[in-house]
């Protein structure tokens, strides 16, 4: 996921120019889009996309038509071209998230809701007693709240349960507001917090009957805003590996870890290589990151200044890091140093925790696990077609 800096950087793995064309060879069908030469395919209709979509979804997928005409109908809102390698890279990533379901059950889902509930409580100093009583109020649907948490199993459903019990119960503003705890959801199991500030920075194709947060539990809404967070921004990377690693990791992650890695190797300082380049919080000028202190230690052998280095790591999650002094320098120095080429991009070393996560998993091997989809779907998509 690397761009610029030293030596050419790896080939850009997804297009996302606006073009009126697109290379699209799903099932031996469509052929490279033409653009006007003589000799090339037309554009593929887009119900022939549409089709070619439908058919490497699973056969038991319900709906097929309508999860292909979403997921179109999202690239085409984006601006991004139905290729192979983009389409199955969204198929991918929705077989390993919930399976084709637009709301996908949650095992224990009440149980880890209660949890979540008790630990508030206890950091806010509610007593128990208290939440106890609130949870025993009805609710809307004549079921008191504690029941609909104990029966939830999406969280849609659960987000519901805690938008209800933020407006009508007493202690609902104190304990809730601001704190739903359904941070993503959908198809693609997208951040929420995601969904809402791309739908301030670019308006949503579709009509919003509700807000973004109930947008993202349905079909056409969790694919959206999931396919923007996959998809919708340039990155230079040699592997669509590194893609599915940021998607669960954060934008630029992989990128960001192959900095950190050419950074340590260059100051002899030992940094984890987790994509977080820079604190964001109110004492990050105080008490700077690992990553800040590594490049401040080496500051005058790069030749640049506490403030600058501070700027230049602040772009951690834009394009526009690969272009700074800081990026090009480290880079240089450590290419030298290794009289080779660094790579640009690396798999972030996260562990995942999450209540919903019961076993030992990482980023790692959840770019992984995508990417052998990914990699299944795309021989079936450039398969020839069976005469």
């Given amino acids: 996921m690397a761009l610029l800096g030293g030596p050419p950087g790896p080939r850009r793995e997804f297009v996302r120019a606006r073009c009126p064309t697109a290379c699209l060879l799903l099932g031996g069908l469509l052929g490279c889009a033409g653009n006007g030469h003589r000799g090339e395919a037309p554009a593929p209709r887009p119900a022939e996309v549409r089709a070619s979509i439908a ?71 509610v007593p128990a007693l208290a939440v106890d009583l609130a949870l025993r109020i009805s609710s809307p649907d004549g079921r008191s709240y504690g029941e609909r948490i104990d029966a939830v199993k999406t969280e849609g459903e659960l987000n519901q349960v805690f938008e209800d019990l933020i407006g009508s119960v007493p202690l609902g503003q104190r304990l809730f507001a601001g704190w739903n705890p359904v941070r993503t959801g959908g198809a693609m199991q997208v951040s929420i917090a995601f969904a809402e500030r791309h739908a301030r920075e670019r308006s949503y194709p579709y009509p919003m009957p509700s807000s973004v ?73 105080a008490r700077p990151g690992q990553t800040e202190s ?72 959840f770019a992984n696990r995508v990417d052998e989809r990914h990699r299944r779907c795309l021989a079936r998509a450039t398969a020839p077609a069976k005469s």
């Fill in 294 to 365: 590594a490049a401040r230690a080496i500051g005058r052998r790069l030749e640049l200044d506490d403030a600058a280095i501070r700027r230049a790591l602040e772009l951690d999650e834009s394009p526009d890091f690969e272009r700074s002094t800081l990026y090009r320098r480290v880079f240089e120095q450590a290419d030298r140093a290794e009289q080779r080429q660094l790579p640009r991009a690396l798999l972030p070393q996260i562990a995942l925790r999450s209540p919903k996560i019961t076993r030992k998993l990482s980023t790692e091997w």
């Fill in 55 to 125: 058919n490497l979804l699973p056969a038991h997928t319900p709906d097929r038509s309508g999860w292909a005409a979403d997921i179109y109908g999202a690239l085409s809102a984006l601006g991004l071209p139905p290729s192979a390698s983009n389409i199955c890279s969204v198929l991918a990533i929705v077989e390993q998230e919930s399976g084709y379901h637009a709301d996908p059950a949650v095992a224990q889902l009440g149980r880890i809701a209660r949890e979540e509930i008790d630990r508030r409580a206890e950091r806010l100093g």
């Fill in 213 to 285: 947060r109930h947008e993202v539990f349905t079909r056409r809404g969790g694919l959206y805003f999931g396919i923007a967070h996959l998809l919708d921004y340039p990155a230079a990377y040699d592997r669509p590996l590194y893609r599915f690693a940021d998607f669960n990791a954060g934008r630029y992650a992989s990128r960001n870890a192959a900095f950190q890695s050419a950074l340590s190797r260059l100051s002899g300082l030992p940094l984890a290589l987790d994509g977080d380049l820079v604190r964001h919080d109110g004492d990050a000028d």
